[in-house]
């Protein structure tokens, strides 16, 4: 059974920080044959690609709006992917999801349940 658990949203005050967790087990393939990313999404709007990292190397990516504030790591040892993100503000407001894309198999991919994070004074 595949399991993607995204874990450490919560509410934050402007300018304050968290640190999302998401942990793999189960996944077709192996885990090395993975590209870790983050998306989030709020109502009305699309599903957004925030972050990504592949498990087996390579440079991160990110988008436009959160360049300079989050950061996305590997513990590959603990099937582990982390999304650090500093300086919030109510744009990040969301709902944020961990995805597991298959690096050869483009059909293969896996997500989350989600974790909400809210910033607010």
């Known amino acids: 059974q595949v399991q993607l658990v995204e874990s450490g949203g919560g509410l934050v005050q402007p300018g304050e920080s968290l640190r999302l967790s998401c942990v793999a087990s189960g996944l077709t393939y192996g885990y090395s044959r993975y590209r870790m990313e983050w998306y989030r999404q709020t109502p009305g709007k699309e599903r957004e690609l925030v972050a990504s990292?592949?498990?087996?190397?390579?440079?991160?990516n990110y988008a436009e709006s959160v360049k300079g504030r989050f950061a996305i790591s590997r513990d590959n040892a603990k099937n582990t992917v982390y999304l650090d993100m500093n300086n919030l503000n109510s744009d990040d407001t969301a709902v944020y999801y961990c995805k597991a894309q298959n690096r050869n198999v483009l059909s293969i991919r896996h997500w989350g349940q989600g974790t909400q994070v809210t910033v607010s004074s």
């Open positions: 990292l592949a498990v087996a190397g390579g440079s991160a």
